[in-house]
């Protein structure tokens, strides 16, 4: 998909091939503009087995990335640097991306830069225009559940994290539960859409602990048991009632959070950002607070390299370069 015209300046290639997505983009230095992006995921080929099977998406995104690259090749010249996702995420597909990158900082002699992929997260709020700081960042994936507090490009801090499975992961396991398919983020919330949410009462993970973290993997338990105990016909209160104790959880840690650190500003990212019902949980928090919601666009809420471009941009300008034989994968990095 070509986003924007050429303007003929310097330009970072960033690679992005953290999970199951194989995706490059080309992000102009100077106007921190998306020149082009595409992506080409692998949904389809992991549904089947109802989650990513790692050596199955590292040898897609062996094929993709090149075929993505391919037409790139009219930018190689206005190239200033690389730009690859190395961590967190899957070694197996992680190296794809990097060995791509570290290719082409040596052939067309240009530095790399290596992006966190939660930074990557971030930065996909900043591609079509800029948000002002400090910004509290609710960052939900299929990886991922965490608060981050963003007071600066250069510093963002965790302040909230899962101790188990996340927010995106435990919708796509109770999709894999009712044979639904991968990933199982948009089918339950489809699904829910029908249901009566307040069918099943399942207990909010750690409502009674004062520990601002998340838990997922006892109520991913609860409605295990609520799946084998019923119907088909009865998925979609299951659903209902899984989405909203599962947003539930993070609504009411956030509240203990906001209790002690006013938001001055809130944005969701992350594949799970998408979810309808979560934003207007969301929106219903902020009202009190009279904070602002930021969301990035919906194409750029799940995995991308636009996100990794413009989050490139900030490490170009401060010179964050790496050698390409000192470039490493780091599949359990933090932010
Ligand atoms: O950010 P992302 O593309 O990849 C990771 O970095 O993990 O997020 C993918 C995750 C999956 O778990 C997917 O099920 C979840 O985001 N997701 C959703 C929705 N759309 C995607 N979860 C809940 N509701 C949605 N509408
Ligand atoms: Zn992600």
Redesign the pocket.
């Known amino acids: 998909m070509a986003v924007g015209k050429r303007v003929g300046n310097d330009m970072i290639l960033s690679i992005e091939s953290s ?1 199951d997505d194989s995706s490059i983009s080309i992000t102009e230095i100077k106007t921190k503009k998306l020149i082009y992006h595409k992506k080409i995921s692998q949904e389809l080929e992991h549904s089947k087995y109802g989650g990513v099977v790692p050596e199955l998406a590292s040898r897609l995104h062996a094929v993709a990335l090149p075929a993505i690259l391919e037409e790139c090749t009219q930018w190689f010249g206005e190239l200033k640097a690389v730009a690859v996702t190395n961590a967190p995420g899957l070694a197996v597909t992680l190296i794809e991306g990097v060995v791509m990158a570290k290719a082409l900082s040596i052939t067309l002699n240009i530095p790399l830069l290596p992006i966190n ?1 939660l930074k990557g ?1 971030i930065y996909s709020l900043f591609i079509e225009k800029e948000v002002q700081f400090p910004l509290t960042v609710l960052l939900v ?3 991922h559940t965490q608060v981050i507090e963003v007071v600066s490009h250069e510093m963002m801090n965790t302040v909230a994290t899962t101790m188990d499975d996340s927010y ?2 435990s ?2 396991k109770v999709s894999k539960m009712m044979g639904l398919g991968y ?4 089918l339950i ?1 489809k699904l829910a859409l029908g249901g009566d949410s307040s069918r099943f009462t399942f207990t909010v993970p750690l409502w009674q602990s004062p520990l601002i973290a998340f838990s997922y993997s006892g109520l991913k338990n609860q409605v295990r048991l609520a799946v084998e105990a019923n119907e088909a016909e009865d998925y979609p209160d299951i659903a209902a009632s899984f989405q909203k104790t599962a947003t539930d959880h993070l609504i009411q840690k956030l509240k203990k959070y906001f209790k002690t650190s006013k938001p001055e500003r809130f944005a969701i990212v ?3 950002s ?2 309808l019902y979560l934003r207007s949980e969301i929106e219903k928090l902020l009202a009190p607070h009279k904070a602002p919601l930021f969301l990035a666009p919906l194409e750029f809420c ?2 991308n390299a636009a996100m990794i471009g413009r989050a490139a941009i900030e490490e170009f300008v401060r010179d964050n370069f790496t050698n390409y034989n000192e470039i490493v994968v780091n599949p359990r990095c933090k932010l």
């Open positions: 999970c992929h997260h994936s299929g990886g995106g992961e919708f796509d990933p199982g983020g948009p919330e992350g594949g799970a998408a979810n799940s995995d």
